[in-house]
């Protein structure tokens, strides 16, 4: 993960983004690196953006115009699209935060990483799979402000991608512990996060109703959570959680002699 000194770009895609969000999102932005560019794309003519023009001087965003000369076209995409490239190319940068739920806004992302660019996504729970794959970590907005579940709901097209559900929390865990465990079975703390980020690009504590991983993990009746050994924490599956899967490599080991 890139440091707190990590200059970072923030595009918001105002036609798609709620203004409310927008404090939560520079602050959850802060903590990955400096958000060195703010810019907000859409039409400003339009009276869809009157809630912006209040939330863009408080928060030192830059407004883009991007006039819509075509009626059904989305021209703010391609706004961002084009500023996004012309900011990878100047090489100032060290990742990009797009703030949008559209779909069309994939291939920019996996283009960004193929350049060696951190990508953070920022959206609502709608975003399309494709989009949170994209990403190297997506942040959910609900998940930033409290007031998002009073927002009206949103009815979509019957062709729009359907939005990942919450993934399983137990098999993630498991996964992760399972694949970065030594021989005595403790995983260290970061080393589980990683897989975790590198393997679930969405997955937040804050969606299981923790702030941080430490807690979520200790919150668990099948997970051993370790403080004190080493002063670097620690994760391990209790004994009675392993017993399926040693069980299942014994029934492995029959079936080959068999």
């Known amino acids: 993960m890139p440091s707190d000194s990590s200059r970072l770009a923030v595009l918001i895609d105002a ?10 999102v520079l602050r959850e932005v802060a903590r990955y690196g400096l ?5 907000a794309y859409g039409d400003w003519t339009t009276q869809n953006l009157v809630g912006w023009k209040n939330t863009l001087p408080q928060h030192a965003i ?7 000369n075509t009626s059904g076209k989305n021209s703010t995409d391609s706004a ?4 996004a490239m012309d900011l990878l190319y100047a090489g100032h940068l060290d990742g990009f935060a797009i703030v949008s739920s559209d779909s069309d806004f994939t291939r920019l992302a996996t283009r960004l990483r193929e350049s060696g660019m951190t990508v953070y996504g920022l959206g609502e729970r709608k975003t399309p799979a494709s989009l949170v794959a994209a990403c190297d970590r997506f942040i959910y907005l609900e998940l930033l402000t409290s007031d998002a579940k009073d ?14 559900r919450r993934p399983d929390l137990r098999r993630i865990l498991v996964a992760a512990i399972d694949n ?36 979520l993990l200790s919150a668990q009746d099948f997970l051993e959570v370790d403080l004190s050994a080493t002063g670097q924490a620690r994760v391990r599956l209790k004994a009675a959680a392993q017993v399926p899967a040693k069980k299942a490599s014994t029934r492995k080991r029959a079936a080959k002699k068999a």
């Open 80 to 83: 961002m699209i084009i500023d």
């Open 151 to 164: 927002e009206e709901p949103v009815e979509e097209p019957d062709d729009v991608e359907s939005p990942p």
């Open 35 to 39: 958000p060195t560019v703010k810019r």
């Open 62 to 68: 830059q407004p883009v115009q991007q006039f819509a």
């Open 180 to 215: 970065t465990a030594h021989e005595d079975g403790w995983a260290s703390l970061g080393a589980v996060g990683s897989y975790i980020s590198a393997n679930n690009p969405s997955f937040d504590a804050r969606d299981y109703g923790s702030p941080r991983l430490g807690a």
């Open 15 to 24: 036609d798609n983004t709620s203004p409310k969000h927008a404090g939560a």
